[in-house]
């Protein structure tokens, strides 16, 4: 039999990410497994750091955690009847998802995508695609609603 002990659930704060959240809520109440809530800020990794413009924004990144921790605060507030912990990461997106989910041991991931196809999908790539590609465990991804 199959156990889902901790389920981890990376969440953009998207309608496609709440959607997933729901999904994951769900499972988590019906296993009586963990969900742990995810959300990785990108590394500062454009033209503010390159023209040393980042020092002339020293509390950004304070801004960017603080309005993150509340918005996952708000999305664990509103879910019933489930074991819900946080985390707030930094760095590349399906990195710190893939390393999440192995340091927590997690069995499952709920993630939604966004279904970029064609060239937007060839130039942003996709992180649930990466996630899918690279995990240990189950990946299950959630599509937006048309």
Not at 122 to 142: F, I, M, N, Q, W
Request: hydrophobic share 45%; glycine share 6%; charged share 20%.
């Amino acid at each position: 039999m199959i156990q889902i002990r901790r389920i981890v659930c990376p969440t953009d704060f998207s309608p496609t990410a709440a959607r997933a959240v729901d999904y994951a809520a769900e499972m988590a109440r019906s296993f009586g497994a963990e969900l742990t809530l995810l959300h990785v800020i990108p590394e500062m990794n454009y033209p503010l750091r390159s023209f040393g413009m980042a020092s002339a924004f020293p509390h950004l990144r304070e801004e960017l955690h603080q309005r993150a921790a509340d918005e996952l605060a708000a999305v664990k507030a509103k879910i019933a009847g489930a074991r819900v912990d946080t985390l707030l990461r930094d760095g590349e997106a399906h990195e710190q998802v893939l390393a999440t989910t192995k340091a927590l041991g997690a069995d499952l991931i709920v993630m939604g995508t966004h279904g970029h196809t064609g060239l937007k999908h060839a130039l942003l790539g996709s992180t649930a695609e990466k996630v899918v590609r690279l995990s240990d465990c189950p990946v299950l991804t959630v599509r937006t609603q048309n």
